[in-house]
């Protein structure tokens, strides 16, 4: 089995920083492409950014220049760096990770539970 384990959401000023964290465990052999989606309150899911395993990154143009995905892969990990939030950052955040549990198996998609930030004055 494969666990994903976030951290770091909470409540924070406009203005503000926060760091989140997704940690993936279990079976896993290789991991590819990790990346951070969210959802707002009646809005629909929507790509924050992603980091593949080579390093490169892609960011929603809502975020660029305020926010940094970045990833651990000796500890399976990858973060977000958000800063200068904004109320319309408020959402629930999703980790995402492509990864093959075995050598010859296919990649398969896993999800994190989401952790809330609300950004607030």
């Known amino acids: 089995q494969v666990q994903l384990v976030e951290s770091g959401g909470g409540l924070v000023q406009p203005g503000g920083s926060l760091r989140l964290s997704c940690a993936a465990s279990?079976?896993?052999?290789?991991?590819?492409?990790m990346g951070w989606y969210r959802q707002a309150p009646g809005k629909e899911r929507e790509l924050v950014a992603v980091i593949t395993s080579s390093g490169s990154t892609n960011y929603a143009d809502s975020v660029k220049g305020r926010f940094t995905i970045s990833r651990d892969n000796a500890k399976n990990t990858v973060y977000l760096q958000m800063n200068s939030l904004k109320p319309e950052d408020t959402a629930v955040y999703v980790c995402?990770?492509?990864?093959?549990?075995?050598?010859?198996?296919?990649?398969?998609?896993?999800w994190g539970k989401g952790t809330l930030v609300t950004v607030s004055s």
């Open positions: 279990g079976t896993i052999f290789s991991i590819n492409a």
């Open positions: 995402h990770v492509m990864l093959k549990k075995w050598r010859f198996s296919l990649s398969e998609a896993y």
